[in-house]
């Protein structure tokens, strides 16, 4: 069991590590169309579906993270695991309360460019993060 949480976490590290930096460098480049993007998305009733199925990945994939947590105990693959959770359950307010957050996106328009600029440097930085939690697994399973 414990090589299989070694792998899980391996795999799982550096896949969403990958992510978060490509993703904030999209962000940072195509600022104006994630833009346009949020205020079309601000005139539907429901949420994007890009957003509450990544939501949902998240999820999937943050339950086995938990639980592999446990075998063998590891304090910072618990701590990524209940974060992970944290992030799940507020963004997930966020898009279950969507019509108050579609009435503050047509209502901030004009900063939207400055919110993304700073989500995308905190992506940039977890996906960073990410990477050193990768490197930290290795050296501890290796010494």
Known sequence: MEELSYRWFSLF???LGTILITGSVYLWIRKSYVVSYLIAASESEKPPRFFVNSLKY???FTIPCLIFSFFPFSWPELIFSVWC???IYTSGQMLAYWKHTAVAIKENKEVL???I???SANMLSIGIIMFLLYYFLQT????
């Open 140 to 143: 501890r399973a290796v010494g």
């Open 85 to 87: 959770f944290i992030i």
């Open 113 to 115: 460019p400055r919110r």
């Open 58 to 60: 998240l999820l999937l």
């Open 117 to 119: 600029n700073f989500i």
């Open 13 to 15: 590290y550096l896949t």
